[in-house]
């Protein structure tokens, strides 16, 4: 028997418990394992009762389906209770219903194979389910080390603690703040968090464009700090292409166009751009000197040093700095080769 079919006959045998068919139909549609899931209005309107009614009877429905579980009564759910054990013992303990699905029927799970999991995690005496909310994903959990309120609790744990960093984190650096087991562990309690996000090995606060990029600027400037120097908008472009962001179908030009957009994207050269955060500030390289020799004060600098402080903040040549020195508008030579703001 394949795993799909250890699933679907858990699911038989689960609904096979309950004798009436009103109440089969109304945890049917709470759950969508017919394939859509409806609200207790949608149901309490369909069967002619109040939502308040239809809440009642999901509630002690599920009591009776998990006494029957505690008590081994239904027949086909040791099976997969010992299958998603197995499973999400590889996973860290605890992981979205959707992954657990994916992992263990080997493709992208519909919307009922998805709800089949929600709902054997719900009756399970050995399993643990996290409802899904505007907080937590839908998670399903081994019941041995934690409930629903444990599992939430450390996500909160989780999320506060990059809060407070201010910062992303890669999942070693949570472990050396938290007291798990194993850094396992603590990257599946996170998972479960609608909070977090991760890329590039970094977790954050969803909102963060460094580990949640949105657009392309945002995308953009991940690369950049990901790779921690200058770059051509054309190489900036293949590393978005051979991204793990979710869309990063761009082109060159949209690249181009939102680094002259963005005031924290300077070019410092023919196509190259760094991050101001680097300590670059935009301007010509005439203002580059600007700034240098208003910084050297009347003493002024020598050519050399004039050329080798611009050559850090722009990728131009040596003689492109000479030509500008020559615009006596702006500057004076001092001596043989010392220059300072014109007068």
């Known amino acids: 028997m394949n795993n799909a079919d250890t699933i679907t006959k858990a699911i038989s045998s689960s609904l096979s418990i309950i004798e009436q068919e009103r109440e089969r139909e109304i945890i049917s549609r709470r759950f969508g394992l017919n394939g859509h899931k409806e609200t207790l209005e949608q149901i309490g309107e369909m069967l002619s009762i109040t939502r308040e009614r239809v809440r009642q009877l999901e509630k002690a429905i599920l009591i009776r389906l998990r006494i029957a579980a505690e008590e081994g009564k239904i027949s086909e759910l040791a099976p997969t209770e010992k299958l998603m054990i197995r499973n999400l013992t590889e996973m860290g303990r605890v992981a979205r219903a959707s992954d657990l699905a994916k992992k263990i029927l080997g493709h992208e799970p519909s919307a009922i194979e998805k709800a089949n999991f929600s709902f054997l995690g719900e009756i399970s005496p050995a399993l643990t389910i996290v409802p899904e909310n505007d907080k937590y994903h839908n998670a399903i959990g081994i019941a041995e080390y934690g409930d629903e309120k444990a599992i939430r609790s450390k996500v909160d744990e989780i999320v506060s603690l990059i809060k407070s960093n201010k910062k992303p984190m890669t999942i070693d650096e949570l472990d050396e703040k938290l007291n798990y087991e194993h850094p396992s562990h603590i990257e599946a309690i996170a998972h479960v968090s609608k909070l977090l996000s991760t890329l590039n090995d970094q977790w954050g606060l969803t909102k963060w464009p460094t580990v949640n990029p949105k657009?392309?600027?945002?995308?953009?400037?991940?690369?950049?700090?990901?790779?921690?120097?200058?770059?051509?908008?054309?190489?900036?472009?293949?590393?978005?292409?051979?991204?793990?962001?979710?869309?990063?179908?761009?082109?060159v030009q949209a690249i181009h166009n939102e680094l002259i957009k963005d005031p924290r994207f300077v070019l410092i050269g023919r196509g190259i751009y760094a991050l101001d955060s680097w300590g670059y500030q935009k301007g010509t390289v005439s203002d580059i000197i600007t700034k240098i020799l208003k910084k050297a004060g009347d003493e002024g600098l020598s050519r050399k040093e004039i050329v080798k402080q611009v050559l850090k903040e722009r990728k131009v040549k040596e003689t492109t700095v000479l030509l500008n020195l020559q615009n006596k508008k702006l500057f004076t030579k001092v001596g043989r080769d010392s220059y300072k703001i014109a007068q």
Do not use: C, G, Q, W
């Not at 908008?233 to 991204?243: E, L, M, T, V």
């Open 215 to 251: 657009n392309i600027r945002d995308k953009i400037y991940v690369v950049l700090e990901e790779h921690k120097e200058p770059m051509h908008f054309n190489d900036i472009a293949k590393a978005i292409s051979s991204s793990d962001f979710k869309r990063k179908d761009v082109t």
